[in-house]
């Protein structure tokens, strides 16, 4: 068969949608931080439901022009379901060959994983057979101590609501760490996934500098967007980041490991008719969940949200409801933003969630930007400043041009969410 | 700004928009509430409209309603002195006597008005103001704009021959577009709001209708509107680029069919197109045959029935 040529047929070119399963709402964890407010072990998605989801998307490709699709399996933790997964797996690539899909040899899967069961033998023939299109991040916080403070292992009496005492809780970083050197001989170029909230800013310096010692070159790290900050966390995080800097530029890991803290393209004011673009994907992307009711985003699914009740567009039965899009589809930075942000004079770089603007929104509307970041943003960019200012000096002494500076620093792919 | 204040006298006050009657028990506002809402408006310099149900009002009402300037909506069974009369389908305008002076708002879903429409045509040759209000309009197919395209395009051609033989009066599907400058929306929640008779406010009687609890403050609190700027045209990202001035923009149906009050459903959008490009034929034509609005520019041609089509060139 000959695949379609994606420059002709009115494709999105260089657009990749990003279609993801929510295959089961447990976890063999119960991260402190953990947004997935609802999270149980009773849902967990059927082969039929995930069939009619695929079934539904290919056989509308004129609403999904993207080049290409990323479907992305998150729990919970996704590979407590690695049997579902290989079969929608399968049953994915065998559809887009049958109908000559335009995303046939254009796709990719991509799972995010507390990485415990990684060495297991289902989890580790699913790799093989797969390989060539997939993409697999571990979530592992830094050190044992940073990891082991949020990243616990669940207790029965947690599903019944008792919480277990400090010197119970029983960390997972020995059952991570050990699979590492397996996981980056699959995918060497892997990046780490570390979400930074008040109790872990102590740690982020040996935090990163510890994954970069396990062999991880890239490590993307991001505050929550929940208003979980205290009095003080800013000056903290900024101290954190600038001795992050130091060890970073002293010991000279730039050049081949990456930070996604530290970024060229940040701390500047944002114009509001050439810089209005919104920062969250949310209504781009589409999400499936086990009773088959597809989502803007997982962030929209019940289970995801605190105060709001989930934003659904639709299912798997009646399709999507194009009308509840929109708002998602016409959202821009500043018609969200209130005045405070429109007129910041360090507003480039500083991120939203759109599905925690929902959850924190005062009505239940996408349109109103939750702020809780804002300080933590701020100390950032200070940090940040300081940063390039130290590793362009050097890079001078060393004569380097700033032009240059950039050949010579290994660049990081932030993502969000 | 704030400048109207519309009070529902009672639960079964005739719905004169978008929304459906739901609530069928009587319950008639307080007298003192009545006054406490009068009372506010004036202290805002807000105008009142008030909105009647089927029946009389006591006389001690009566005397209150007309303590202040006003204006009364009416349904046609109690019409006397109304400023406007609602009327539920084209076919009770067969029966009715229409009152110069009088505006008369028709509520009229997609069957009734293909069925039916040529009534309007009898009533706009007596009414100075006829308003048509798809009551349905949210359901509406392909196969429906197509039918709604060729109603609008008979009504027109009827319009334009009484405006060419020196009668103006209003349809405002068709000729609200062409006398407009700007955008006129209905402006619940930005520059009219509702008071209801549990004393309570509402962004417009549909979101009283549908739950009590959607309230936005009382006449003891006062108004606390929950993020009012979204009620406004400059943060609705579709309306705002728009220029189907005459459409509603109704917010109760924006976060009926897209769960923001800000952004419409396609429905409403092609909707309203399809009156203003029609509304730009009946300029046209007019203006063949005599001078008409001199002041006024062209209507310009566009490709698109929605907004939302033309957004990645904004
Ligand atoms: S928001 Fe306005 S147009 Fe919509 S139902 Fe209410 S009053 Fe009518
Ligand atoms: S036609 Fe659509 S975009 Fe234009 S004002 Fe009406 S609702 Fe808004």
Redesign the interface.
Known sequence: MIGKDNHQNGWLTGQTKSITFIVTKDCQLACKYCYLVGKNSKERMSGEVAKQAIDYIIAHESDFLEESVVWDFIGGEPFLEINLIDQICDYIKIELFKHNHHWFNSFRFVFTTNGINYNSDKVQSFIKKHKSHLNITITIDGTRRKHDLNRIWKTKEMEKGIMPKPEEERGSYDDVVKNIPLYLSQFPNASAKVTISSADISYISESVLHLYSLGIHEVNINCVFEDVWNEGDDLRFEEQLTELADAIIDGGYYKDYACSFFTEHMGKPLDCKLQNQNWCGAGRMLAVDAAGNFYPCTRFAQYSLREKKA?IIGNIHDGID???L??F????RC?QSNQECIECEVAEGCAWCQGENYDA????????RATAICKMHKARVRANNYYWNKLFRKLELEGIAKEEAEKHVKKSNPEIC | MLQYLIILLDDTSYSYCHYSDIKTERRLIGLDTLKRGILFAMKENLNIQFVYPDYELPEAYREVIDSIDHTDIKPSAVSDGADVVVVNGCRSLEQMTVDIGVSYVLRTDKSDLFANYRLIMEVLTQATRVNVVLTDVETFTDDDFAGYKRVLGELSENVEKLYVGGKTPQLNILTDRMMLDRMNNCGAGDNNLTLAPNGKFYVCPAFYMENETNDVGDLDSGLHV??KQ?YKLD?A??CRICDAWQCKRCVWLNRK???????????QCVAAHLERNASRELLSNIRKCATFLPEREEIKEITYLDP?EI?EQW
Do not use: I, M, S
Not at chain 1, 329 to 332: E, F, G, I, M, V
Not at chain 2, 257 to 267: A, D, S
């Open positions: 934003w194009q009308n509840k929109r708002p589809l016409t959202l821009d018609t929104a005062d009505t239940p509307t996408v349109y109103q | 929950k993020n979204l943060h990202p579709l069919t897209t769960l923001e009050v800000n952004t419409p459903g396609h429905e939302f957004k």
